[in-house]
């Protein structure tokens, strides 16, 4: 998955074309594990290698890749690594393209979810790749290996694994009523019970989860009394929309907290940082978002004149009746 986010890169970069055709080296052709069966010596285009990576899981078409970006596996696997923190996935390691077992190869289903969500995210242009269920080159036909393809789930992606350390697992993602969620399983004995844990998964998460929208921004949800303004209140609102994912049986206790300064002094300054709203959701961490004025509001000069007059009256009260107060 990692190796296909950075051909994506490359892709959308302008460094790689589709239509580009890459030599395969005998080391990429003598590969083990499962092969898209590129010939040695041969050049092969870019989009056929990704579809042999993507459908047939082919170690020597990453292995291609991996050269032609990087002039070696080796070196790759370095860039890899560190294009990986960059997109916020912390505790992986990579040793080569394909996934084969070494000791310092490493990930976690929550950094495989991360490069998922990114993959998906970042080049849905490219994402529909997943979704295809065959691919025959060289007369070599195979099927995609994500067995959720073919179940009428709504899954659209996105990979299979296996090693002996490992186990058999799965990265899937569904799209259902606009709403995408990505399941990652890993550790299961074989191909049978990976492909019943993930459709199980997969069909919970999609039904028992809501997407609900909370606030529509700039829609005014409260407003503050202003002092020495030219307006006696204004109007806050949360500074962008906000849409959570909740249980859908606890989506009607969902509840709001706001809290803010009051009263605001004046001058008042539109989408001025004034409070914050929590969103509470039993079982759900709470959801702190910011609250922000929806307008302005300037000095009023003729008040803080009378303020004025006001306070200097008091103070010279003070001064004439000191002794009597101390």
């Known amino acids: 998955v990692m190796t296909m986010y ?3 890169d490359a892709l959308k970069a302008g460094r790689l074309k589709l239509e580009d055709e890459l030599l395969v080296s005998q080391r990429a052709w003598e590969t083990q594990g499962s092969k898209m069966w590129v010939p040695i010596n041969e050049k092969v285009k870019v989009e056929d290698l990704i579809r042999g990576v993507i459908i047939q899981s082919g170690n020597d078409a990453t292995l291609v890749l991996a050269e032609a970006l990087a002039g070696s596996e080796d070196a790759f696997a370095v860039a890899m690594t560190k294009r990986a923190k960059e997109i916020g996935i912390e505790n992986s390691n990579f040793k080569n393209a394909s996934g084969w077992p070494d000791p310092e190869h490493y990930s976690t289903p929550h950094d495989l979810g991360i490069m998922a969500q990114r993959l998906i995210k970042d080049f849905p242009e490219y994402y529909p790749y997943y979704s295809e269920k065959e691919f025959t080159y060289h007369d070599i036909k195979q099927g995609n290996r994500n067995p959720l393809l073919y179940r009428n789930i709504g899954v659209d992606g996105v990979k299979t ?8 697992g799965l990265i899937a993602s569904a799209m259902q009523d606009g709403r995408r969620i990505v399941a990652v399983l890993s ?3 074989d191909q049978q019970e990976r492909a019943d844990e993930s459709a199980r998964i997969v069909q919970w998460a999609l039904a028992s989860f809501a997407n609900i929208s909370l ?3 700039p829609k005014e949800i409260e407003r503050i009394p202003v002092v020495f303004g030219e307006g006696e209140s204004v109007g806050v609102a949360v500074a962008e929309p906000l849409m959570v994912t909740v249980p859908k049986m606890d989506r009607e206790s969902a509840t709001v907290e ?11 300054k539109e ?9 509470k959701i039993p079982g759900v961490k709470d959801i702190v978002v910011p609250l922000v004025t929806v307008g302005a509001v300037a000095v009023s000069y003729t008040h803080l004149r009378a303020h004025a007059t006001v306070l200097d009256l008091v103070c010279r009260l003070l001064l004439e009746n000191q002794n009597k107060y101390v």
């Open 187 to 189: 550790g299961m004995k």
């Open 271 to 279: 989408g001025q940082n004034v409070g914050k709203a929590t969103v």
């Open 161 to 168: 694994g296996h090693t002996e350390e490992a186990g058999y």
């Open 215 to 217: 606030f529509k921004t």
């Open 258 to 268: 706001i809290s803010y300064q009051s009263p605001l002094i004046a001058p008042v």
């Open 6 to 8: 950075m051909v994506f």
